[in-house]
């Protein structure tokens, strides 16, 4: 079995059964823009109702109407109607969730239409040759776009199961001239042609990926509808307007910035208009940042954020302060109108460095217990090393002690020197003093 299922909303190799003619793929939750049936353990909840939700290459699913008295689970193959011929697909829902999921889209009962069975050796046969003819297909596909250098870029190519249609996906910000292109494509690959312009957050969706957050895009794995993202929403929520974090594989905008932004919003119905700097006795001060849920904005003295102190005031003592000063009247220290806020975080440093010591992952060596046996020749060779080193140091100790001896009597020596010279000339200089004698 060829292993392109991935192109198909699968990101693993699915599992063939083949019983009796009978195909089947199943690996729940698999596949793009999965839908957890809740009511599978329910017994014959899968036999009930005859709308069927089929799923195609990548992020391409249909609704059908199964009129066949054949049961159908997920994972079946089938053949369904198309214009023209038939398409081969693979079931992903079925039950009273089908009915939730067309409401959800907006698709009516009346424009479904039919499943014709489940498919056969003959349908699935040609399914495999439709799929392994899309990567040269979709190869020189673009290499014919580029000959004729068209502004457009093929994102995508999809067989219909009967090999009879071919409809490729692109995207391009102006009108493109199809007239030669689908005359080229159909000379080279013989089959009918259908073009479908697709966005950059659809095309994300059919290619896939692992997002910054860690998980799969969300436009690969649950979403189908695609809501313009403005950078108000990053405002809103007191976010950096940085391009680079704010941008996701698409190139757009991250959809994630639209899943919050109206709790935002309504937290911050009641909040002053942040820019109306406050006015004291000290000077002006103006908000830096804002606290949304906590409902606290910092000011700063000064427009300069690095060399000034944040303070942090709650937004009910900021209107007092607006209106007040509406009045005519400064504040006199903000710190102390400020107070202590409600729920903030008294911040405790600790030395956690200086508790132990640096050497604690240091296994200590033990010492040796000696043995009181025979040593043997490597003991008594570093028995003998240690002697004579022993011995050597002990001659140096020695040297050493002599050494001072010496020095220290020399010292001595020189002092009695000095003081039999001073006793001897005291006498000298007495014997001088003397009157003569008559």
């Not at 690996?27 to 809740?38: A, E, I, R, S």
Request: hydrophobic share 30%.
């Amino acid at each position: 079995m060829i292993d392109q299922y991935i192109t198909r909303g699968c990101q693993k190799k699915p599992v063939e059964s083949i019983e009796e003619g009978k195909f089947r793929y199943d690996n729940p939750g698999c596949n793009k823009l999965n839908v957890f049936d809740w009511l599978e353990t329910i017994p014959d909840h899968s036999l009930t109702g005859n709308l069927v939700e089929v799923r195609f290459k990548n992020t391409r699913k249909g609704y059908y109407i199964n009129n066949t008295d054949f049961p159908l689970v997920r994972g079946d193959v089938v053949a369904v109607e198309a214009s023209p011929g038939h398409d081969v697909g693979i079931v992903s829902l079925t039950g009273d969730l089908v009915a939730v999921q067309m409401k959800r889209y907006g698709v009516s009962v009346g424009n479904l239409k039919k499943i014709y069975r489940k498919a056969k050796p003959n349908d699935v046969e040609k399914w495999y040759q439709a799929i392994e003819k899309e990567p040269e297909t979709i190869r020189i596909a673009r290499q014919i776009v580029s000959n004729l250098k068209l502004a457009m870029k093929i994102s995508d190519v999809e067989f219909q199961g009967d090999k009879t249609k071919a409809t490729f996906y692109y995207i391009s910000d102006d009108r493109v001239d199809f007239r030669q292109l689908i005359k080229d494509y159909a000379d080279n690959f013989h089959v009918r042609v259908e073009m479908k312009q697709i966005g950059a957050r659809q095309e994300a969706g059919k290619v896939g990926g692992i997002g910054t957050c860690g998980r799969e895009l969300c436009c690969a794995s649950w979403m189908s509808s695609f809501i313009s993202v403005s950078t108000s929403s990053a405002r809103y929520q007191e976010v950096s307007l940085n391009p680079q974090k704010l941008a996701g594989q698409c190139g757009k905008l991250k959809c994630c910035l639209n899943y919050e932004v109206k709790c935002y919003i309504e937290a911050q119905a009641d909040f002053p208009d942040t820019s109306i700097p406050l006015e004291t006795e000290q000077g002006k001060v103006y908000p830096n940042k804002t606290d949304v849920f906590r409902r606290i904005i910092w000011y700063s003295y000064g427009k300069d954020n690095e060399n000034s102190v944040f303070i942090p005031i709650d937004v009910d003592v900021v209107k007092e302060i607006i209106r007040l000063n509406k009045q005519g009247i400064l504040v006199k220290d903000l710190q102390a109108s400020a107070g202590k806020q409600d729920g903030e975080p008294v911040i405790v440093y600790q030395n956690a460095v200086g508790e132990d010591s640096i050497n604690r992952f240091e296994e200590k060596k033990r010492k040796k217990k000696k043995k009181h046996g025979k040593p043997l020749k490597e003991n008594r060779e570093n028995q003998e090393k240690d002697e004579s080193s022993g011995k050597g140091e002990n001659k140096e100790n020695q040297e050493k002690t002599e050494n001072q001896r010496k020095s220290e009597n020399q010292k001595k020596q020189r002092k009695q020197g000095k003081q039999e010279n001073r006793e001897k000339q005291g006498n000298r200089d007495s014997q001088n003093n003397k009157p003569a004698s008559v």
